[in-house]
């Protein structure tokens, strides 16, 4: 059974920092491709970055590229968003998502996401 935590979501002022970090568990955590989504209120949940298996490729949104940066650590089983220069349009609730195959890394290539975590960025 795929379970995935997420912590570290809280209220920042705008500019400051938050890192995000993701455990999971029940599958073979190094096979899989992860992301991290987002769904502010009244909008889709959108892809924000995502790593294949290794850690070696990583892809943003345009709209956080240069500011956030996804790591992974296999050996832990964590998948990590570190959010730099957060903006009040950063607001949403954040989850973690397990993709569907190792390498893939469009939003459609993820089938199972966490309960999410709020982060507020107050201007």
């Known amino acids: 059974q795929v379970q995935l935590v997420e912590s570290g979501g809280g209220l920042v002022q705008v500019g400051g920092s938050l890192r995000l970090s993701c455990a999971a568990s029940g599958f073979s955590f190094s096979g899989y491709a992860m992301g991290w989504f987002r769904q502010a209120p009244g909008k889709e949940r959108e892809i924000v970055a995502a790593v294949i298996w290794s850690g070696t490729r990583r892809q943003y949104a345009d709209s956080v590229k240069g500011r956030f940066t996804i790591a992974r650590d296999n050996a832990k089983n964590t998948v990590d968003l570190q959010m730099n220069n957060l903006k009040p349009e950063d607001t949403a609730v954040y989850y973690c998502?397990?993709?569907?195959?190792?390498?893939?890394?469009?939003?459609?290539?993820?089938?199972?996401w966490g309960q999410g975590t709020q982060v507020t960025v107050s201007s």
């Open positions: 998502a397990r993709g569907l195959h190792p390498y893939e890394l469009g939003a459609d290539a993820f089938g199972s």
